[in-house]
């Protein structure tokens, strides 16, 4: 199946400081959504985005799908934003979702 | 929009019984539901898909005779532990989908078994 790393793995922030998340595949995608799953467990849906750029507020991200990966920039970092970020793929047309492994970010003051 | 809730959000029961959690889609028809499980620190695994009124297509290695789904309507959808042992004890999250791409996904239901 399909492989979905994310990097880095862990990240440590000061407020305000920005980050650029990244999430590799292994293969075609035709769906592509970043989540973010805050300290109680719920995902909130973040970006759709099987391709091309987004932005939302502090957060944008961008899907470079023939090189077959994406990134997620959050910019003027806040507590709040602390959490692990996920990348999860789609392929085919059932979709399901793959998850990646994960950023674990922390934002301290 | 958009809103999936589950219930019950913690449970804890003894080795052995049974425990039912429900996933509901609060503001729209899903008509794909999806049921993952998530160990502390690790990623979301998907175990099953289930459409509505169809059986539910699970993934390899999740055994469907333990994980029953049901998805009786187009807004709710349960997964049924039956005979639940401590190795079950994990995080289990729903989602739903159906009118894009985008899954929507619920609060979780934390399991213990003792």
């Known amino acids: 199946g399909i492989q979905v790393e994310q990097s880095p793995p862990d990240l440590i922030l000061q407020e305000g400081a920005n980050s650029t998340l990244r999430c590799n595949f292994s293969d075609s995608v035709n769906n592509l959504q970043w989540f973010h799953q805050n300290p109680w467990g719920q995902l909130i849906n973040l970006f759709y985005i099987p391709s091309g750029t987004k932005q939302n507020g502090r957060l944008s991200a961008t899907t470079v799908a023939t090189e077959r990966y994406s990134l997620l920039y959050i910019s003027s970092s806040q507590t709040t934003d602390s959490g692990v970020y996920f990348c999860?793929?789609?392929?085919?047309?059932?979709?399901?979702?793959?998850f990646g492994t994960g950023t674990r970010l922390q934002v301290t003051l | 929009g958009a809103v999936v809730s589950q219930h019950p959000s913690r449970v804890i029961c003894k080795s052995g019984t049974s425990v039912k959690i429900e996933c509901r889609s609060l503001?729209?028809?899903?008509?794909?539901m999806f049921w993952y499980r998530q160990f502390p620190k690790q990623s979301l695994m998907l175990m099953a898909t289930?459409?509505?009124?169809?059986?539910?297509?699970?993934e390899q290695g999740v055994e469907k005779d333990k994980f029953l789904i049901n998805h009786a309507s187009l807004t709710l959808s349960t997964l049924t532990v039956t005979s639940a042992h401590p190795e079950d004890s994990s995080f289990y999250i729903c989602s739903a989908g159906g009118f894009t791409d985008t899954q929507y996904f619920g609060p979780g239901t934390r399991l213990t078994v003792l």
């Open positions: 289930s459409n509505e009124g169809s059986k539910a297509t699970y």
């Open positions: 503001d729209f028809q899903a008509t794909t």
């Open positions: 999860a793929v789609g392929t085919g047309t059932a979709s399901k979702l793959t």
